[in-house]
């Protein structure tokens, strides 16, 4: 068992950490024996199972929430006259895990920026019964409505009649680290909140509790912050009379 003292403060970094670099800091912490790592790749036992618990600490933080500022990424495409469905590839993503339904626009491409308008969302069983139930099942016209089918694909109500250019956001699928290089996507600041997530798995695994509680305490600590900094701000709306 690692005989690890308690840290009173979090460390926030004010440089983005690499996965070496956090490997380095969890051997650190954790007062695993052995030479400081030189490399992620290839490694075996001990080290093997920080750079295991790295990655795993780092998939739960993305996990945590569905819609981490630091996992949004832009979405924008053009439709084609007299098609309704878009995939992702189509929308120009190549992996993501969900849509911000409230974040969708579109504007007429001939006409430019003037003639953009918010897209309003459906729940799919009810685009179904508003633009796939009779006559509206080939009606073409500006689009006013989009819903998310099962499949993932963007479906525009009605037909698009014209090239209108659809934009909003998205939100990442999770990543694991692969390189010594690679670094979290989230604020450089908050970067230790996997090491001390990790520190949470190795004091679980080694029956280390002063491990556990000194990467539970900072964990939690780093987290509250990097809420406040990444989530969507709450607003109360206007009074009703």
């Not at 003292?5 to 979090?10: D, F, H, R, T, V």
């Not at 990424?73 to 309704?84: E, H, K, M, R, Y």
């Not at 001390?196 to 004091?203: Q, R, T």
Request: a negative charge; glycine letters at 6%.
């Amino acid at each position: 068992m690692a005989n690890v003292p308690l840290l009173l403060e979090p460390n926030y970094g004010t440089n983005a950490m690499t996965y070496l670099q956090m490997l380095q800091r969890l051997q650190q912490e954790s007062s695993t024996s052995g030479t400081v790592p030189s490399t992620c790749q290839n490694v075996t036992g001990d080290l093997a199972r920080l750079c295991g618990w790295i990655n795993q600490a780092w998939v739960d933080i993305q996990n945590e929430r569905s819609d981490w500022f630091f996992m949004e990424q832009p979405v924008s495409f053009n439709t084609i006259v007299g098609q309704q469905a878009y995939n992702a590839a189509q929308a120009g993503l190549s992996s993501f895990a969900n849509y911000d339904i409230s974040s969708f626009r579109q504007y007429n491409v001939s006409m430019g920026f003037g003639s953009e308008q918010r897209l309003l969302f459906a729940e799919y069983r009810r685009f179904r019964d508003l633009y796939q139930y009779a006559t509206m099942r080939t009606t073409q016209a500006m689009p006013v409505c989009f819903t998310v089918d099962y499949q993932k694909n963007i479906l525009l109500g009605p037909i698009p009649d014209n090239v209108y250019c659809v934009n909003g956001l998205a939100y990442a699928k999770p990543t694991t680290f692969v390189n010594d290089s690679d670094t979290p996507t989230m604020p450089a600041q908050y970067h230790m909140a996997i090491v001390w997530k990790a520190l949470m798995y190795y004091g679980q695994f080694e029956a280390a509790p002063e491990a556990l509680e000194q990467g539970q305490m900072n964990y939690l600590r780093t987290m509250d912050q990097l809420y406040l900094d990444q989530m969507p701000v709450m607003l109360f709306g206007e009074p009703l009379a």
